[in-house]
C-alpha cells in the first residue's frame, strides 16, 4: 500500500505487543520495514512475537514494561532511542478487559476502577507523552491510538473500560490539535467485535453467534482488519489525516436502534 | 400545569405536516403551556381530535387543511395563520412519512416521494416563517425527526436519508438565523407508539432488544418540546435530541 520504502527504517513502539491486535499490528508494520519495540508485561509473549518478527528479517525487540507505570514507560522510550536510534511511530494498543467481570456497580472497589482507567487510558498519555518531545525535536511522528467502539455506546456494565476508551477518543483530538503543527499525526481507531484468538474459526457458542449475528458483515474482525489500519495510519498515505476517529467494526455503529433482522416493508408510507 | 419560566402564553404556533399522531399530542402540550395552535397538514380526524385538544385548554386552534407541499401552498398557510393569529412565534416541523422497502425495489418515484413527505415541507415551512420571525427578532423552529437521522435500519434507506436532511437543516439553518433570535432544533424518537405493544414474535424481539422494554408514547416528547419552544431556550441551538428510551446509547 505504500510507496516502496516509505516506512523502511522507522521505529514503532506497540504497547500491549504480546498478542491480538498489537501482535498483528507489529507483524505487518514490520513486513513493511518497520523495527519494532513490542512492550508489554508479558515477557514470553513479547519475545514470542519478536522472535517470529525476527525471523522474517526484520529488527524487533522485547521490552517488558508496565504501562500504567510512567517511569517505566519513560525508560521504555529511552531504552527504543538508544537503542533503535530513533522513535517514529507509537501504537497505543495495551488495554484490558480484565477485571471487568460483571458485578454490582457498588461493589467496584477504587483500585479496581483506577485500575482500568490507569491501563486503558493513563497508559495512552503516559506513552503519548514519552514519545512526543521526540517527536516535536525531529520535526515528525504517529501516534496511533486503540480505543473500542466501547468508548463510543453504553456496554451495560462496562464502567471502566468504556469510559476509559471515550477518554483516549478526546484524548485523540486534544493530541492532535496540539501537536499539528510539528507534523505529528494522532488518530484512533475504533474496533468492533474482534475475535483476538489468532484467526481461530470463533467456536460455534449459542452467544458467539448472537454476537456475530449483531454485526452486519455476520462477522467477527480479524487482528489483520486491524492491522492493516494501524499501517495506513503509521504511513505517509494518511500526511493529512489528523484527530481521525476510525470505526472498524463491520458496520456496528452505523445501526444499533434495531434488533437484527428486523426488516420490516412498509408500501403504501404512512403518514 | 407550566411553570413561569416556560410559559407560552400570548404565543401562537403552527404544527405543520403531521398526518398521524404528533399534532395531537403536541397541540395539547403547547396550549396548555399558554400557545395558541395552528395545524396544518392533510385533513383527518386526527386534526380536530387536535383542535379540540387545544379549546380545551381555553386556547385558539385553527386547523389550515393542506393537500400539497409547495410554495404557494405553504405561503398561503402562513398567510392564513399572521390573519388569524397576527404573529407566529412556534414552528413544529412534524410530518413522517414511513416508508421502508428493499434498497433495490425502491422506484425513483417512491424515493421522490419519501423525500417530499420528509424532506421538502421541513424546508417550506421553515423559509416561510423565517421571514416573519426575523421581523420579530424572535423564533423557534423545532423539527421532529427520527433516529434513523443518524443510524440506519435495513429497509429504511430512503426514510433514512430524508430524516438526515432534516437534521442536516437544522444545523445550517441555525448559523444562519441564530443572530436574529431563531433558535432551530430537533427533537429525534424511535419507537413510538399509541398504543401499548404486546403480542406477536415480533413485537416481542423489539421489546427485548430496547432498553426500557417498552415503547415510548407519543406524550413522552411534550416537556422536552415546550422547554424548546419557550423563551427560556433561547441561548439553545442547533441541537438535536433524542426522546429515545437509550436505544441510541446502547450497542
Same mark, same amino acid.
Given at each position: 500500500m505504500n510507496e516502496k520504502g516509505t516506512l523502511e527504517g522507522k521505529v514503532a513502539v506497540i504497547t500491549g505487543g504480546g498478542t491480538g491486535l498489537g501482535k498483528a499490528s507489529a507483524l505487518v508494520l514490520a513486513k513493511e520495514g518497520v523495527s519494532v519495540v513490542i512492550a508489554a508485561r508479558r515477557v514470553n509473549a513479547i519475545e514470542q512475537t519478536a522472535s517470529e518478527i525476527n525471523a522474517l528479517g526484520r529488527k524487533a525487540l522485547a521490552i517488558p514494561a508496565d504501562v500504567t507505570d510512567s517511569q517505566q514507560v519513560n525508560k521504555l522510550i529511552e531504552e527504543t532511542v538508544s537503542k533503535l536510534g530513533s522513535v517514529d511511530i507509537l501504537v497505543n494498543n495495551a488495554g484490558i478487559v480484565r477485571g471487568q467481570v460483571p458485578k454490582p456497580l457498588w461493589e467496584i472497589t477504587d483500585e479496581e476502577w483506577r485500575l482500568g482507567i490507569d491501563t486503558n487510558l493513563s497508559s495512552v498519555f503516559y506513552c503519548s507523552r514519552a514519545v512526543m518531545k521526540y517527536f516535536v525535536n525531529q520535526g515528525h511522528g504517529k501516534i496511533i491510538n486503540i480505543a473500542s467502539g466501547n468508548g463510543m455506546r453504553g456496554f451495560r456494565g462496562d464502567y471502566m473500560y468504556g469510559t476509559a476508551k471515550a477518554g483516549v477518543i478526546n484524548l485523540t483530538r486534544i493530541l492532535a490539535t496540539t501537536f499539528a503543527q510539528n507534523n505529528i499525526q494522532v488518530n484512533c481507531i475504533a474496533p468492533g467485535f474482534v475475535d483476538v484468538r489468532q484467526l481461530q474459526p470463533v467456536p460455534v457458542t449459542s452467544s458467539a453467534t448472537r454476537t456475530a449475528n449483531l454485526i452486519p458483515v455476520q462477522r467477527f474482525g480479524e487482528p489483520n482488519d486491524i492491522a492493516h489500519l494501524v499501517l495506513f495510519l503509521a504511513s505517509e498515505a494518511s500526511g493529512y489525516i489528523t484527530g481521525g476517529l476510525f470505526p472498524n467494526d463491520g458496520g456496528g455503529l452505523a445501526g444499533g436502534i434495531a434488533p437484527t433482522g428486523y426488516a420490516p416493508i412498509i408500501e403504501k408510507g404512512v403518514n | 400545569?407550566?411553570?413561569?419560566?416556560?410559559?407560552?402564553?400570548?404565543?401562537?404556533?403552527?404544527?405543520?405536516?403531521?398526518?398521524?399522531?404528533?399534532?395531537?399530542?403536541?397541540?395539547?402540550?403547547?396550549?396548555?403551556?399558554?400557545?395558541?395552535?395552528?395545524?396544518?397538514?392533510?385533513?383527518?380526524?386526527?386534526?380536530?381530535?387536535?383542535?379540540?385538544?387545544?379549546?380545551?385548554?381555553?386556547?385558539?386552534?385553527?386547523?389550515?387543511?393542506?393537500?400539497?407541499?409547495?410554495?404557494?401552498?405553504?405561503?398561503?398557510?402562513?398567510?392564513?395563520?399572521?390573519?388569524?393569529?397576527?404573529?407566529?412565534?412556534?414552528?413544529?416541523?412534524?410530518?413522517?412519512? *414511513?416508508? /421502508?422497502?428493499?434498497?433495490?425495489? %425502491? #422506484? @425513483?418515484? =417512491?424515493?421522490?416521494?419519501?423525500m417530499d413527505e420528509n424532506l421538502m415541507?421541513?424546508?417550506?415551512?421553515?423559509?416561510?416563517?423565517?421571514?416573519?420571525?426575523?421581523?420579530?427578532?424572535?423564533?423557534?423552529?423545532?423539527?421532529?425527526?427520527?433516529?434513523?437521522?443518524?443510524?440506519?435500519?435495513?429497509?429504511?434507506?430512503?426514510?433514512?436519508?430524508?430524516?438526515?436532511?432534516?437534521?442536516?437543516?437544522?444545523?445550517?439553518?441555525?448559523?444562519?438565523?441564530?443572530?436574529?433570535?431563531?433558535? *432551530?432544533? /430537533?427533537?429525534?424518537?424511535?419507537? %413510538? #407508539? @399509541?398504543? =401499548?405493544?404486546?403480542?406477536?414474535?415480533?413485537?416481542?424481539?423489539?421489546?427485548?432488544?430496547?432498553?426500557?422494554?417498552?415503547?415510548?408514547?407519543?406524550?413522552?416528547?411534550d416537556s422536552l418540546l415546550v422547554y424548546l419552544a419557550s423563551d427560556t431556550s433561547s441561548f439553545f441551538t442547533g441541537q438535536f435530541l433524542y426522546v429515545d428510551g437509550a436505544v441510541m446509547s446502547h450497542p
Open positions: - | 400545569m407550566v411553570s413561569q419560566e416556560f410559559s407560552l402564553k400570548g404565543k401562537t404556533a403552527l404544527i405543520a405536516g403531521d398526518s398521524k399522531y404528533w399534532s395531537k399530542y403536541a397541540a395539547k402540550a403547547l396550549a396548555e403551556a399558554g400557545a395558541d395552535v395552528a395545524l396544518s397538514a392533510r385533513n383527518n380526524k386526527h386534526l380536530e381530535e387536535a383542535a379540540d385538544e387545544i379549546q380545551k385548554q381555553n386556547r385558539k386552534a385553527l386547523i389550515i387543511p393542506t393537500e400539497t407541499n409547495n410554495t404557494v401552498n405553504i405561503q398561503r398557510v402562513l398567510g392564513q395563520v399572521l390573519n388569524e393569529f397576527g404573529r407566529i412565534d412556534i414552528l413544529v416541523n412534524a410530518s413522517d412519512f *414511513v416508508f /421502508a422497502k428493499p434498497f433495490l425495489q %425502491i #422506484s @425513483e418515484k =417512491e424515493w421522490r416521494q419519501v415541507p421541513a424546508f417550506l415551512y421553515s423559509q416561510a416563517v423565517v421571514k416573519p420571525m426575523k421581523e420579530q427578532s424572535k423564533g423557534r423552529i423545532i423539527n421532529l425527526i427520527s433516529c434513523m437521522a443518524e443510524r440506519g435500519v435495513e429497509n429504511f434507506t430512503a426514510y433514512c436519508t430524508s430524516m438526515g436532511g432534516v437534521l442536516q437543516l437544522t444545523r445550517a439553518l441555525n448559523l444562519e438565523v441564530a443572530r436574529h433570535g431563531i433558535t *432551530v432544533n /430537533a427533537i429525534g424518537t424511535a419507537w %413510538i #407508539s @399509541e398504543v =401499548e405493544k404486546t403480542g406477536d414474535a415480533a413485537e416481542e424481539l423489539v421489546l427485548k432488544y430496547l432498553p426500557l422494554k417498552r415503547y415510548g408514547k407519543p406524550d413522552e416528547i
